[in-house]
């Protein structure tokens, strides 16, 4: 078991959860998140979810 993939799972799951906030804070505030559309919002909430299931992946060895 890895324990790498437990933090891929939280960032993951952090990007499903508050999409808007987290961009806010990745570039600095320079993107407004609240600003996104239904469709943008989306689009990051999948890639959340590609990270989640990533870091499963990681974390139990597949």
Request: charged fraction near 10%.
């Amino acid at each position: 078991m890895n324990p790498a993939g437990v933090f891929v799972i939280l960032f993951g799951v952090a990007i499903v959860l508050v999409p808007g906030k987290l961009l806010t804070l990745s570039f600095f505030g320079t993107i407004d998140g609240e600003s996104l559309s239904t469709g943008g919002k989306l689009f990051y909430r999948v890639i959340g979810v590609f990270f989640a299931l990533g870091g499963v992946a990681v974390t139990f060895g597949y």
